[in-house]
């Protein structure tokens, strides 16, 4: 190796610079490109989509509109799938969705424990605890030990419904609707709707605390 | 197949533990390891079923260690293996080496918009009606396939009731295995937390799965 060329000079990569992981996903990228079988701009574009396009905003917006309006949270109930397809979120890992309502009476709590099933279409790429063994492994046995975790502690006598994502069926929670917000429109409910409060992990943000 | 992956009520992976600002991706090689693993699904070589069935089989030492893409990457050499695209020969070296198998479809940057709108639906008629109406007390079967099924340990064997019949799917434990797409109706099956926990389940807890009609008998 020549004077000019030490393990500083970021201008030449070699494998060793690389994790493990790093290596091993380039060298098949490259493999499959040299056969044809990808594109690599393919990839860019199903990468911005989900860093730009399709994200929690989109479930936000579902439900600030079942908030504002109860034919639409009627619709939302008895066919979520037609309901959320009419704001234009459909496709993949969200062709077969139901959405489930907090009330008085029962906090819902959505988790895959065979893989990581998520409402993509309205809640984008799920995020790396939810996907975890921790998570997984406890949300159906002690649903409030996790919860704690997420600063949220449910009313005295709440009753909890954890939702197993086994089949095709995902899952969209639609929190309770903040006291106090009577006045807002639906673009300023959808603030208050967080990713978390759609997965059950978390509730709606009270309108004081929006960020 | 009671495999590592099938994770719920197991003790011991500590606190949940969100991240601060919970990025999407963690380096490049994530981002790439999701678009190669949604590009070589567009194939339409194996189904999600095979898919998630190779992910089951990693050994349990590395799937419990490893991150979710790696599972990802890892399932994906196993199936680019086995349906003949990729030799172990090339993915040590990390150079092709044959041209391989030939897939039915190359996705294209130009196709991508349009194939992630559509996704999967995988909801199929069945000639017969449900066998079981909402409001029918059920009970899982049990049973320790070593092939793939969707009837996780914690809930086989257990007494429930049918919240809702939920339309019918391509049955996974055969199509993961090239058996068929076989659809059956599919139903919410909820269990109280005593049924499955016991004694020490937590209180005023309910826990549902969505099961397959041949994961039920009556009772």
């Known amino acids: ?211 | 197949m009671n495999g590592p992956h099938d994770l719920g009520g197991q003790h011991g992976f500590g606190p949940v533990a969100p991240e601060p600002n919970e990025p999407y991706f963690h380096g490049d090689w994530e981002k790439r390891a999701l678009g190669v693993t949604l590009s070589c699904g567009a194939f339409g070589a194996w189904t999600i079923d095979e898919s998630r069935h190779a992910r089951e089989n990693i050994p349990p030492a590395t799937y419990l260690s490893a991150s979710y893409y790696e599972i990802w990457i890892r399932a994906l050499e196993t199936l680019l293996a086995r349906h003949g695209f990729v030799s172990a020969e090339e993915l040590s070296t990390g150079r092709m080496l044959e041209k391989g198998a030939v897939p039915k479809r190359v996705l294209t940057a130009d196709m991508v918009p349009a194939v992630l709108a559509k996704g999967g639906p995988c909801d199929r008629p069945v000639a017969t009606p449900p066998r079981f109406a909402a409001g029918a007390r059920v009970r899982t079967r049990n049973f320790n396939p070593t092939t793939h099924t969707r009837l996780p340990r914690y809930a086989r064997g257990k007494v429930g009731v049918v919240e809702a019949v939920q339309g019918s799917f391509v049955f996974p434990d055969d199509n993961a295995h090239g058996r068929g797409e076989n659809p059956e109706w599919v139903y919410t099956v909820v269990f109280d937390g005593g049924e499955i926990w016991g004694e020490d389940a937590a209180d005023g807890l309910t826990v549902s799965i969505d099961a397959w009609e041949s994961y039920l008998e009556p009772l």
């Not at chain 1, 199903?46 to 509109?65: C, D, L, Q």
């Not at chain 1, 978390?202 to 309108?207: I, T």
């Open chain 1, 1 to 211: 190796m020549s004077h000019d060329h030490d393990h500083d000079d970021h201008h030449h990569h070699h494998d060793n610079h690389f994790s493990p992981m790093e290596a091993r996903v380039r060298a098949l990228e490259t493999i499959l490109t040299q056969k044809g079988l990808i594109d690599p701009k393919a990839i860019d574009a199903i990468v911005e989509t989900y860093e730009t396009k399709i994200g929690p905003r989109n479930g936000a917006r579902v439900v600030a509109k079942a908030w504002a309006e109860p034919d639409f949270a009627d619709w939302l109930k008895h066919d979520a799938t037609a309901a959320i397809a009419s704001l234009g979120y459909t496709g993949r890992q969200g062709e077969h969705m139901r959405a489930v309502f907090n009330d008085a009476e029962t906090h819902n709590l959505v988790v895959c424990t065979l893989c990581s099933c998520y409402p993509w279409s309205v809640l984008g790429l799920p995020p790396v605890w939810y996907k975890a063994p921790a998570y997984r492994s406890r949300a159906v046995i002690d649903p409030r030990g996790v919860l704690a975790e997420f600063g949220v502690t449910l009313p005295e006598g709440r009753k909890i419904r954890v939702w197993d994502s086994t089949a095709e069926l995902r899952y969209l929670v639609v929190p309770e609707r903040p006291a106090g917000t009577d006045g807002l429109d639906q673009e300023a409910l959808a603030d208050l709707v967080t990713r978390d409060a759609m997965i059950g992990t978390g509730l709606a943000l009270e309108p004081e605390a929006e960020a």
